[in-house]
């Protein structure tokens, strides 16, 4: 391996598990962000319901 | 972590924003049908006297539906009091502030929440491409949202007031999340992989939720009348699309400056 391309393989190293470290670390809203919206919009809890009954008739989430 | 917090950051100012403008929106859109609606269904309700309001509520609407007008006019001045929904004494906010400022909470955890979804493609994108989101993407991202949560779900569940009776709650819910992840998964197909193949599949699951079509009644009986659920529906989705617009575009502008931000110090 010459010198050239062992100086490469240390620069593309750190970009690609960056790149990971994006997709999981979006992945990882992205479910916070199901959470948020199932809980407001969807939960059978009835006092959730009724704190969020106008939003979700808004919404057209399915209600009642 | 600096992308989670660019995510989570960018989401709650947007989200906040979004949600605080929709709440001002619903007052004189969606929020005024409610409350006339409920009328309607509370008045269907006391009529029925002693039986569960879970019950039956199509045999409630069918039954008085001949006393829509009397019902409507001593219900006017006390749908205050509100027992509008089945929960049968379960905690429920008090007309006027309260139920208010409840529903401004839930309007912007709902759009935190959408933000939240919005920010993650954004990040995913803007890692792949090297570049940052654009307003001008992200308001389509945002069209993209008005067409899978508002648009594909509301062809066979149309946005519905209190009082109008609906098939159990569970298999709507069901049809609803699968007509949303066939139709994202439908444009995604279409606009990411440039093939004929994957457009036709893209179709395919587009029109796939119709074609099993949703959870309904047989036969729906209601004394809400059907001009105001039209307007209900029209008030729906207008403000959806002012919705999914705004929060696609301030989400995507909020997080191209906080992703910068935090590239430049990292």
């Known amino acids: ?64 | 972590m600096s992308t989670f917090r660019s995510i989570v950051f960018a989401s709650v100012i947007a989200g906040f924003i979004v949600g605080l403008i929709v709440t001002v929106l619903q007052q004189f859109g969606t929020v005024p049908l409610i409350l006339k609606a409920e009328v309607f269904e509370k008045a269907a309700e006391t009529h029925q006297h002693d039986a569960p309001a879970t019950a039956q509520p199509a045999a409630a609407g069918h039954d008085h539906a001949d006393h829509d007008h009397a019902a409507h006019d001593h219900g006017d001045h006390d749908h205050g009091a509100g027992d509008h929904d089945h929960g049968a004494g379960a905690w429920e906010p008090r007309d006027g502030f309260e139920r208010n400022a409840y529903t401004a909470a839930a309007n912007i955890l709902t759009a935190i929440g959408f933000a939240l979804l919005l920010a993650g493609f954004f990040a995913v994108r803007s890692g792949a491409t090297g570049a940052s989101i654009s307003w001008h993407e992200g308001l389509l991202w945002g069209l993209a949202g008005f067409a899978v949560f508002t648009l594909a779900p509301g062809l066979g569940l149309p946005p519905e007031l209190p009082g109008v009776p609906a098939a159990p709650l569970l298999s709507r819910q069901i049809w609803w999340l699968a007509s949303v992840l066939a139709t994202a998964g439908g444009l995604a197909l279409i606009v990411f992989r440039r093939s004929v193949p994957a457009a036709i599949a893209g179709v395919i699951l587009l029109t796939l939720p119709h074609l099993i079509g949703a959870p309904e009644l047989a036969n729906i009986e209601t004394n809400v009348p059907s001009s105001l659920t039209h307007q209900f529906v029209t008030a729906v989705t207008v403000t959806s699309l002012v919705f999914w617009t705004l929060l696609g575009g301030l989400t995507s502008a909020v997080f191209a400056r906080l992703d910068r931000g935090a590239d430049r110090r990292a």
């Open chain 1, 1 to 64: 391996m010459s010198q050239s391309q062992l100086a490469n393989a240390q620069v593309t190293l750190p970009v690609a598990a960056g790149q990971v470290g994006r997709l999981s670390q979006a992945l990882m809203a992205m479910v916070l962000g199901v959470f948020v919206i199932g809980m407001v919009g969807f939960s059978h809890i009835d006092v959730v319901h009724n704190a969020a009954h106008d939003v979700r008739h808004s919404n057209a989430f399915p209600c009642h």
